[in-house]
């Protein structure tokens, strides 16, 4: 189940700097991603298509749900899409545990297409087609936190995992999958992105 108190340092942080936010809260390990995406597509429509522009900040699956989402419903008030450990290529984890009842109940159905197979969200859906930055959590060596992963990884996916043709920037943070969302580095980038449309590097 994906819960918006995840995002909530983030969110409030881009409220703070003056954005007007969308938490999304949706049923991940029960909804297909079709109802997913048609959520998310009701749920701005009926409250932000008055902006002009409408920026992405996602994190890990959340990445694959924006690529069906702007694929199935691309508009002309895309701005920027900032991606936080997004499983782009596919999980090797996911792929190897996808078998055992435990995964299986944890994360359901949806939990069945974060592998690697042909038939799984990361082939189904094209590189988002708006401008769109990565950030990928590490330890910036090539070993990271799992050694069930090659290279360097954020103990759930790896790094190479995240990237996908097109992106415009590509930062790795030190961090795990999830604590990431709660460094205020990563949040600085995320602003950052979103303003300029590049990380700060420096």
């Known amino acids: 189940m994906y819960s918006p108190l995840i995002m909530w340092k983030i969110e409030k942080s881009l409220t703070n700097a003056g954005y007007n936010t969308l938490n999304f809260d949706y049923a991940s390990t029960r909804w297909p991603m079709d109802t997913v995406t048609e959520k998310l597509h009701q749920e701005i429509t009926d409250k932000y298509s008055k902006y002009e522009k409408i920026h992405f900040v996602t994190h890990s699956l959340g990445g694959l749900v924006i690529r069906a989402y702007l694929d199935q419903f691309g508009s002309e008030l895309e701005g920027h899409l900032v991606m936080i450990a997004p499983p782009n290529q596919g999980s090797i984890t996911a792929e190897r545990f996808e078998d055992f009842a435990l995964f299986k109940w944890l994360l359901g159905e949806p939990g069945q297409h974060l592998g690697k197979d042909r038939d799984d969200y990361f082939k189904m859906y094209p590189p988002p087609r708006i401008h769109f930055g990565i950030i990928a959590g590490g330890l910036c060596n090539d070993k990271g936190f799992n050694p069930l992963i090659p290279g360097d990884d954020d103990g759930t996916v790896g790094v190479e995992e995240t990237r996908i043709y ?37």
């Open 166 to 202: 097109g992106y415009a920037d590509f930062i790795i943070i030190p961090g795990l999958h999830t604590t990431l969302l709660w460094q205020g580095e990563v949040i600085r980038q995320i602003i950052t992105f979103i303003e300029e449309g590049k990380f700060d590097h420096q």
